[in-house]
């Protein structure tokens, strides 16, 4: 028996029949994010770290490596709110990412992406972001309820 493997992602594009056998290995592989049994259990001992990172609610300071964390995106969006004096549109936001980091995000998804990426590592309580909803889309700016973040990305960027 033959199986259609498809994979898809940022810059790549893949589809092949294997056999059964294959598919369950690639399965496999796909569970564990390519890891070994060895590097799963490796994986396994990250992830629990990086949820010890979770940040609780009433946390006044950024994570100890939030900056070392970001990725490029991420720097990017809290770069261009940084820089705004008001909140932002989705689209002003995406506009700015683009033209003053060489950021592109692609869409409003793209966005909520990048928040996510937040959510991932230091849990649902973390709000750097706080998003209003007006016209039909987000508005966006440094969480005010968090001056202490505020602090420290504007000294991260403005230094």
Sequence with gaps: MTVNVHLSGEGIEFERE???????????????????????????????????????????SLPDSFFNRLSAKQEALLG??????????????????????????????????????????YGDDFKVVKIDWGDHQGYYQLNPDRPDYIKEIKEYFND
């Design 18 to 60: 294997v056999s059964e056998a294959a598919a369950l290995q690639i399965m496999e592989l796909s569970m564990s994010n390519g890891a070994t049994a060895g590097e799963a259990q490796e994986d396994s001992k990250e992830q629990e770290e990086e949820q010890s990172m979770e940040v609780e609610d009433d946390e006044t």
């Design 80 to 121: 261009v709110l940084n820089n705004a004096d008001e909140p932002i549109s989705s689209n002003e936001l995406q506009r700015r990412m683009e033209d003053e980091f060489d950021e592109s995000v692609g869409g409003g998804r793209g966005v909520a992406g990048i928040l996510q990426g937040f959510t991932k590592k």
